[in-house]
Nanobody, 119 residues
Framework: QVQLVETGGGLVQAGGSLRLSCAASGRINTIGSMAWFRQTPGKQRDLVASITYSGTTDYTDSMKGRVSISRENAKNMMYLQMNRLKPEDTGVYFC?????????????WGQGTQVTVSS
């Protein structure tokens, strides 16, 4: 099993920045691609950014140019740098990791960290 713990959320004014971190522990050798998702009340979790094990990144259009995803495999860490935040970026941000050892198995999720952007 893998445990994912997110930190770095909080309250920030529009235009501000936050850096989210995701720490992985447990069977970390099973972790492949990782990603950040955002969820707002009553809605599904939406992909914000993803990164493969080798470092290839992808971003949702709404945040492209304002966020940067990165990972340090040696430290079992993933990050999301968010700049020029907007009120619509508010939500709970979840860390996600795919299981590369067992294709088709359930991915791993963190417990989420709240990001609130005030106008």
């Amino acid at each position: 099993q893998v445990q994912l713990v997110e930190t770095g959320g909080g309250l920030v004014q529009a235009g501000g920045s936050l850096r989210l971190s995701c720490a992985a522990s447990g069977r970390i050798n099973t972790i492949g691609s990782m990603a950040w998702f955002r969820q707002t009340p009553g809605k599904q979790r939406d992909l914000v950014a993803s990164i493969t094990y080798s470092g290839t990144t992808d971003y949702t259009d709404s945040m492209k140019g304002r966020v940067s995803i990165s990972r340090e495999n040696a430290k079992n860490m993933m990050y999301l740098q968010m700049n020029r935040l907007k009120p619509e970026d508010t939500g709970v941000y979840f860390c996600y990791a795919a299981n590369r050892r067992t294709p088709g198995s359930n991915p791993y999720w963190g417990q989420g960290t709240q990001v609130t952007v005030s106008s």
